[in-house]
């Protein structure tokens, strides 16, 4: 393979993978990782129970029924943020140009490691020992000439499988492939590219670019490449990425909430998840929203703006209490999320007064606290009769920065 060599790497059954490692006992055993709410939905299931067809977003009810012998293990974001952090050492030792995609995927410009590592396939089983020797766990790895293809690729032989799609190899693989096989088109993407009757890759690429940007716009040419085989996104190195524009988090709550009152103590809790990653990083925002969601998964987001940037937990607690005041809830709600954006550097500066000199002690000795001995050992004293923390990890999360959420 000559030009541009991009590796994906995607880890097999993740979260499940790591608690059959953590724990003999489930090794080889039908499991799935849940969080501990009881309405709680599957974020992943090993292989063992996919086989019996339990899928990730299914509830627990349904994936017992598929799988009378299957074991709900609940997730615990530490352990998956700590493999993942190893995982993403393992590849900066292969190439400094790793861009995480998740905390289970990741991409890897290895054009520049030939010379040290190898040929392509070399790499790619090398990395797979160091992470089986180091971890014991498996992962998929898929390589091209670009991005897209390298994704394709890494998903084509699951799990612990290693796929090359050589440049001249393009164009036969991409002859039949159904377009909702390509990263990023989606179900209702692909339902607007059938009704022009694009079906396959081949379809797409040959289908008149003029059409698709009057259909779909600025990314009516990027489809039209896609179908190609051809993407340019160069990988972004971790530290590289575009500079965070907001620092969110959202749960979905244990069961459908009314009450003001719960819901405001479930944004406490949000405001400090949020407040607490942006202090850390030195950040602090001008805009909150509020992000509500009804048990028919109707979501909307309403923002307001503050006189001056914050990254303080009760600034942004009230300003998300205040848009839920404004707001008459048709029913009760099933997620809530805050996010605070407009974001900006926070220089350090002295409080001017002293009501604000002991609140930002009082924030820094929390902060301090929950660094050394995990989020919410010390907390505000409402969130005591809270329940359970949120755990589910954002897509979004990245092994460094603002983007790393610790659970």
């Keep these: 393979m000559s030009g541009q060599i991009i590796l994906h790497m995607d880890m097999n059954a993740f979260f499940a993978s790591v608690e059959q490692r ?158 909702n096989e390509l990263w990023g088109i989606g179900p209702r993407l692909t339902e607007r590219l059938a009704a022009l009757g694009v079906m396959t890759c081949a379809e797409l690429g040959a289908y008149p670019v003029g059409i698709l940007r009057q259909k779909f716009g600025i990314i009516g040419e990027r489809l039209h490449f896609m179908g190609q085989g051809i993407y340019d996104s160069p990988v972004a190195a971790i530290g590289e ?39 850390r990083h030195g950040l602090k925002g001008r805009k909150v929203s509020l992000t509500l969601r009804y048990p028919d998964f109707f979501t909307f987001t309403r923002q307001t703006t503050l006189s001056a940037p914050t990254n303080d937990t009760r600034a942004v607690y009230n300003a998300a209490k205040g848009i839920l005041a404004a707001i008459r809830l048709r029913s009760a709600i099933r997620l809530l999320g805050v996010c605070v954006s407009g974001i900006v550097k926070n220089p350090r500066q002295i409080p001017l007064f002293e009501d604000e000199r002991k609140r930002e002690e009082l924030l820094s000795a929390m902060d301090e606290v929950n660094g050394r001995f995990g989020g919410f050992t010390l907390t505000w004293g409402s969130l005591l009769e809270s329940g359970e923390q949120p755990w589910v990890i954002s897509p979004s999360w990245r092994p460094e920065g603002v983007k790393r959420v610790e659970g």
């Design 241 to 279: 990425e575009e500079e965070a524009k907001s620092v969110g988090h959202s749960t979905t709550l244990p069961a459908d909430i009314s009450d003001k009152v719960i819901i405001n103590r479930h944004l406490l809790k949000l405001s400090e998840m949020v407040c607490a990653r942006a202090r």
């Design 22 to 179: 953590a724990n003999p006992a489930l090794r080889g055993k039908a499991i799935a990782v849940v969080g501990s709410a009881e309405r709680t939905v599957v974020t992943t299931a090993s292989y063992e129970a996919r086989a019996f067809g339990v899928k990730t977003g299914m509830n627990k009810y349904e994936a017992k029924r598929l799988c009378p012998s299957i074991i709900f293990v609940i997730g615990d974001n530490r352990k998956y943020v700590d493999a993942s952090v190893r995982i993403f050492g393992i590849l900066k030792g292969f190439s400094p140009m790793v861009e995480a995609y998740s905390i289970d995927e990741a991409f890897v410009d290895i054009t520049g490691s030939l010379r040290l590592f190898g040929e392509p396939r070399d790499i790619a089983r090398a990395m797979k020992k160091r992470v089986m020797d180091a971890l014991g766990l498996t992962c998929s790895i898929g390589i091209a000439p670009n991005k897209l293809l390298a994704k394709l690729a890494s998903d084509m032989k699951k799990p612990d499988g290693l796929v090359i799609i050589e440049p001249e190899d393009v164009a036969g693989v991409l002859k039949d492939l159904p377009v």
